[in-house]
């Protein structure tokens, strides 16, 4: 079974600042690492994932994340955040069995201090 | 397309009572899935079809929680009777491949309040 821990439930930036938002995963295979986006009052949307290869992930929205195996760490950055950036984030990770299940972390609320 | 359509939006309904949520899958997807989501527990996989045999069940919580998909643009999860603590946002989403190779689209919600 895999698990996912986003340490901070909220996290206040100013405009235009960077922002990290951390994910930490448990498994003990090898998994698909993904981050989703929930706008107010919206369903989640896909920012990027983690399949294989480049450990560096590009994804929308100019948001990007790290895979680091060693650390079992899978961080969202952004270099500039704007005010429509203000929505929970979401870590997810599945295995690679075949089994469609995400198991999703706890979110972190982003708010973007003007 | 019209994206994941999910009836309906809010319901509010009192302990003891059937309740019924609906959710139209992407024309074309595979996969349908249903999701709840609580304070206090997160966002959970409750079940998910696969070409509308159900895969994965072992989300569903109690034998008062059943899902169907009678065909490939339909579902329904179905909580019978309902209590207080079945109150959440239930989501449905949809997806045309596996997770290797596409993503799951989520629709927005059916905001669930039982009295």
């Known amino acids: 079974a895999q698990s996912v821990t986003q340490l901070d439930s909220q996290v206040p930036v100013f405009e235009e600042a960077p922002v990290e938002l951390r994910c930490n995963y448990s498994s003990s295979v090898s998994v698909y690492l993904f981050w989703y986006v929930q706008y107010p009052n919206q369903g989640l949307q896909l920012l990027l994932k983690y399949l294989s290869g480049s450990t560096l992930v590009k994804g929308i929205n100019g948001f990007e994340a790290e895979f680091n195996k060693s650390q079992t760490s899978f961080h969202l950055r952004k270099p500039s955040v704007h005010i429509s950036d203000t929505a929970e984030y979401f870590c997810a990770v599945s295995d690679r069995s075949g089994n469609e299940k995400l198991t999703f972390g706890t979110g972190t609320r982003l708010t973007i201090i003007p | 397309d019209a994206g994941v359509i999910q009836s309906p939006r809010h319901e509010v309904t009192e302990m003891g009572q059937e309740v019924t949520l609906r959710c139209k899958p992407i024309?074309?997807?595979?996969?349908l899935f249903w999701y709840r989501q609580t304070m206090m527990r997160g966002l959970e996989l409750l079940i998910y079809?696969?070409?509308?045999?159900?895969?994965?069940d072992s989300g569903m919580p109690e034998d008062r929680f059943s899902a169907k998909m009678p065909n490939a643009s339909f579902s329904t999860l179905k909580i019978q009777p309902s209590e207080p603590r079945d109150s959440a946002v239930y989501f449905c989403?949809?997806?045309?491949?596996?997770?290797?190779?596409?993503?799951?689209?989520f629709g927005p919600g059916t905001r669930l309040t039982v009295l």
């Open positions: 024309s074309g997807h595979d996969y």
């Open positions: 989403a949809s997806s045309f491949r596996g997770l290797d190779s596409d993503t799951q689209y």
């Open positions: 079809f696969n070409n509308n045999v159900p895969i994965d």
